[in-house]
């Protein structure tokens, strides 16, 4: 029997199937596409998906590949980033979905995922001991656990009966690449002039002619996974710009909505869900990417703790309990930045109030650390203000934090020199380093880099490594 089934070769599933591999652990990837989509969604990585990615020794071909662009601002208010962001990282990287997804996948199959194309997923029962998959050719397959990160209209939650609570799409987008007739200079005075009064709307010139093209559809489909034809998008071009630009050869064309869900609970027995499968919400801020690698990165080395024996009772349920609080806090600041860029009057005055309140450091810094999840704190209980907390990468005497975290270990880094980890050093490494940068005497971190202890004291450290770590080895 396979350890772990994941539904959906997506950024989430492939990024999920990478962590349990640095665990030892079997992950067999099944996507029901034969091919990977051209559709370019997501345009880049925020600083904490950055971070991520060196925390698993990555960053270097993201950083080929990307181009570095300073922050969003919150809702797309004029304001500079604010100074001293607490990352190494403090810039959004530029890099199409397809090449996220092509660089993700290659470092799966790299350490040893299998990814199988063309197999749907249409069926699931489970039981005690584990899952079985139905796939649309009718085969069978077993694992201990799956993970249904089959995108927004996840077929696991659904066959789960998971609800999904939230708002239905009420305002629909074209969302295409093609080349334009119409000169440049045209496109952008144009382009600017419908902008007072429609935001969703955009011509961005890619290069060679190919514009990326953003308009607003007509009104809302049933089945968006038909894509718009090329007639619906001169159209529409023509109805807010009164012109179409001469667009022709489309690249590829799509549309999306602005529907905003929260799945109610992401565990059921031995299946979870990550990624869009348990939250979506509009494209503002650039965040649904980010957030599925991020609940990968959570869920990765808890639920190979399980599969390998040694996860402490609560550890995969408190997946949920950490990721579910995130992605609400998501959902709520993309229906705030939705409301923001409104052109009603009411609206309006909102964001002129915003914009004034950003000209405060630490607002604009808040809403910063919300955009690129830098500021994202579990709830450990009371204690130190880094609990909770990732992290930042911080420069040490044999190297970088991040780079000594490429295994996907728990971390000691003791600045005293004068703890111990023996009994768990098979899944805790002990880093005797200092950084002036670091104002605590140690700090244990999760192999998701989050902060799960900070102290001196061996026997508070002995009480705690059991929580995160499991038994000690004798
Ligand atoms: C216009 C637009 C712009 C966006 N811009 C950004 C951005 O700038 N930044 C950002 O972070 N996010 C952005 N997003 C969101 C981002 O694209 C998604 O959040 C992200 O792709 C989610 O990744 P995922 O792996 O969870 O799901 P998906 O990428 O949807 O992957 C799910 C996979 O599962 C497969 N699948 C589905 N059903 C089955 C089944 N039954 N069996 C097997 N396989 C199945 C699908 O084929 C797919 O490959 C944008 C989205 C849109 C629409």
Redesign the pocket.
């Known amino acids: 029997m396979t350890d772990v089934i994941i ?7 492939v990024m999920l199937a990478s962590e349990l591999r640095l665990h030892g652990v079997d992950a067999l990837v ?4 034969t091919e990977p ?1 051209r559709v370019v ?6 600083a904490r998906s950055i971070e991520v990615m060196d925390q698993r020794g990555l960053l270097e071909r993201f950083l080929a590949l990307g181009k570095k662009y300073p922050v969003i601002s919150f809702a797309g208010i004029p304001k500079p980033p604010p100074d001293r962001l607490d990352t190494a990282h403090p810039y959004v990287l530029g890099i199409p ?1 397809p090449t996220i ?1 092509r660089l993700l996948t290659e470092h799966a199959v790299e350490v040893g995922v299998e990814i199988r194309r063309g ?4 069926g699931l029962s489970q039981d005690e001991e584990g899952a079985t998959v139905e796939l649309a050719d009718g085969t069978e397959l077993r694992s201990r656990y799956l993970v249904g ?8 939650r659904k066959l789960l009966g998971v609800e999904f609570p939230g708002e239905p799409t009420r305002i629909e ?1 074209l ?1 295409g690449e093609m080349e334009v007739t119409e000169d440049p200079e045209t496109v952008a005075a144009v382009v600017a002039e419908v902008r007072k009064t429609q935001l969703r709307f955009g011509l961005g010139l890619l290069g060679d002619g190919v514009y990326r093209v953003i308009v607003p559809a007509e009104g809302v489909t049933e089945d968006r996974a038909v894509p718009p034809t090329l007639e619906e998008f001169k159209q529409q071009l023509r109805a807010f710009a009164g012109t179409d630009f001469g667009v022709h050869s489309p690249r590829w064309r ?1 549309r ?1 909505g602005d529907a905003t869900r929260l799945a109610e609970r992401y565990r059921t027995g031995r299946v979870l869900l ?4 348990a939250h979506i919400h509009p ?1 503002v801020g ?7 690698v991020q609940d990968a990165f959570n869920l990765g080395w808890k639920l190979a703790a399980e599969v390998n024996g040694w996860a402490p009772d609560g550890l995969l349920d408190s997946y949920q309990t950490e990721r579910h609080p995130v992605a609400a806090d998501v959902l709520d600041n993309t229906r705030a930045m939705s409301t923001l860029m409104s052109v009603e009057p009411g609206p309006q005055s909102v964001r002129r109030l915003m914009s004034e309140l950003m000209d405060f450091e630490e607002v604009n810094r808040h809403l910063i650390e919300k955009t690129t999840a830098i500021g994202v704190r579990y709830d450990f209980g009371e204690g130190h203000e880094l609990l909770g907390r990732r992290l930042r990468d911080l420069g040490l005497k044999q190297g970088r934090l991040y780079e000594l975290m490429h295994a996907g270990h728990g971390l000691l880094l003791d600045q005293i020199g004068r703890l111990s980890v023996a009994g768990w050093a098979d899944r805790v490494d002990h880093v005797v380093d200092g950084s002036e940068e670091l104002d605590v005497p140690a700090a244990l971190l999760r192999p998701d880099g989050h902060v799960a202890w900070v102290g001196e004291d061996q026997q508070e450290l002995v009480r705690e490594l059991p929580k995160w770590f499991g038994a000690p080895v004798s």
Do not use: I, M, W, Y
Request: glycine share 22%; aromatic share 2%.
């Open positions: 539904a959906g070769g997506g950024p989430t599933g099944l996507e029901k596409e989509t969604r997501a345009l880049g990585l925020h979905q997804d197999c749907e997923l249409v990160c089959d995108g927004g209209r996840s077929t696991v987008t969302l799509s999306f990550a990624g869009d499968a494209p650039g965040q649904g990417l980010n957030l599925g």
